[in-house]
């Protein structure tokens, strides 16, 4: 089951940064995070995941502490379409598949 | 490339009939997963296919639900009789193999939305 806590809504201005916090506090050693969101009801989305070290790419920003207790996903430039569900998911190693929690329902304000 | 694609995107259905959901995954992925989304609780994982064998199927709620994956492809989720609880969406996911011990991300089709009556 979903081994990660996430506040369950925030909102962001469009254009600033969306910083979507997530703790993971019994996160094991070779357990990766990912981060998916979800847009009204499509499928969800992937976004960006990570081990130990901070990630980018074209889309966000993974920032995950040294002692990997916690995870911090950066939209750097938030828009509307932003809007969305976010998943923070810790990835069992041995088993492919994911365990969504209940996620983080971010609002883009105009 | 086409994405993974799922049929019916809808289905309405009464109770007890039986309902058949497919998915396509993306070419040459040997993952396959199955989730659900019953309303207002969490997304759930159901199964998982590495190609036509079931890898794990922890998931499945009953012996209501079958899931085949023929040949390695396309994979069906059939559900026979439909109850009521089992409205919800579908969403059919799909990875490449496993290489080196580690897994890929997963892409989603859009889901099926059955509502059964």
Request: glycine share 10%; net charge negative; hydrophobic share 30%.
């Given at each position: 089951d979903a081994k990660t806590t996430q506040p369950?809504?925030?909102?962001?201005?469009?254009?600033?940064?969306a910083n979507l916090p997530c703790n993971h506090s019994t996160i094991s050693g070779n357990e990766y995070v990912y981060w998916y969101r979800q847009i009204h009801s499509q499928g969800p989305q992937y976004i960006i995941h990570g081990l130990k070290n901070n990630e980018t790419n074209e889309m966000a920003s993974l920032i995950i502490t040294e002692d990997r207790k916690s995870s911090t996903l950066i939209l750097p430039h938030a828009t509307l379409r932003d809007t969305a569900v976010y998943y923070c998911i810790v990835r069992v190693p041995n088993r492919g598949q994911f365990y969504f929690g209940t996620g983080t329902s971010l609002t883009v304000i105009p | 490339e086409a994405g993974v694609t799922q049929f019916p995107s809808h289905s309405v259905?009464?109770?007890?009939?039986?309902?058949?959901?497919?998915?396509?995954?993306i070419s040459g992925h040997d993952n396959l997963y199955w989730y659900r989304r019953v309303m207002g609780k969490e997304i759930k994982f159901l199964l998982h296919f590495v190609k036509e064998s079931k890898?794990?199927?922890?998931?499945?709620?009953?012996?209501?639900?079958?899931?085949?994956?023929?040949?390695?492809?396309?994979?069906?989720?059939?559900?026979?009789?439909?109850?009521?609880?089992?409205?919800?969406?579908?969403?059919?996911?799909?990875?490449?193999?496993?290489?080196?011990?580690?897994?890929?991300?997963?892409?989603?089709?859009?889901?099926?939305?059955l509502t059964v009556l």
């Open positions: 369950p809504s925030m909102d962001c201005a469009e254009g600033r940064a | 259905i009464e109770k007890g009939q039986t309902v058949t959901l497919r998915c396509d995954p890898q794990d199927e922890s998931g499945m709620p009953n012996n209501r639900f079958l899931a085949e994956r023929t040949g390695g492809t396309y994979s069906t989720l059939k559900v026979q009789p439909a109850e009521l609880e089992d409205s919800g969406v579908y969403f059919c996911a799909s990875s490449p193999r496993r290489l080196a011990g580690v897994w890929n991300e997963q892409f989603f089709g859009p889901g099926t939305r």
